[in-house]
């Protein structure tokens, strides 16, 4: 059974930088799209970023235009870990950030469904 253990969140000011980690458990995954979402209070849970493969040693970076030249995503398959570099934190970026996997993906990111997910992350940008 796929396991998804985010780590890495936590309080920043603006302008400052977090990475989040994913450890990933259960299958091999250097097929599966891997990803970020995320959910501030009172909104609907939206797609972050994600990375997807698209050949031997190819992998693709997806990212919701927001956090674009800020977000990092990366992927490490001999650890079975997605991490998500954080830079140049605004207060909109607070909300908890989810991992997530799957063999499958949509052409539009923003309507992926991932089937495993994790428990969550909480990060906060003060201003």
């Known amino acids: 059974q796929v396991h998804l253990v985010e780590s890495g969140g936590g309080l920043v000011q603006a302008g400052g930088s977090l990475r989040l980690s994913c450890a990933a458990s259960?299958?091999?995954?250097?097929?599966?799209?891997m990803g970020w979402f995320r959910q501030a209070p009172g909104k609907e849970r939206e797609f972050v970023a994600a990375?997807?493969?698209?050949?031997?040693?190819?992998?693709?970076?997806h990212y919701v235009d927001s956090v674009k030249g800020r977000f990092t995503i990366s992927r490490d398959n001999a650890k079975n870990a997605v991490h998500l570099q954080m830079n140049r934190l605004k207060p909109e970026d607070t909300a908890v950030y989810y991992c997530?996997?799957?063999?499958?993906?949509?052409?539009?990111?923003?309507?992926?469904?991932?089937?495993?997910w994790g428990q969550g992350t909480q990060v906060t940008v003060s201003s």
């Open positions: 259960g299958g091999t995954f250097s097929r599966y799209a």
């Open positions: 997530a996997a799957d063999t499958l993906w949509t052409v539009s990111w923003h309507d992926w469904e991932p089937g495993f």
């Open positions: 990375t997807s493969w698209g050949g031997p040693s190819i992998y693709y970076a």
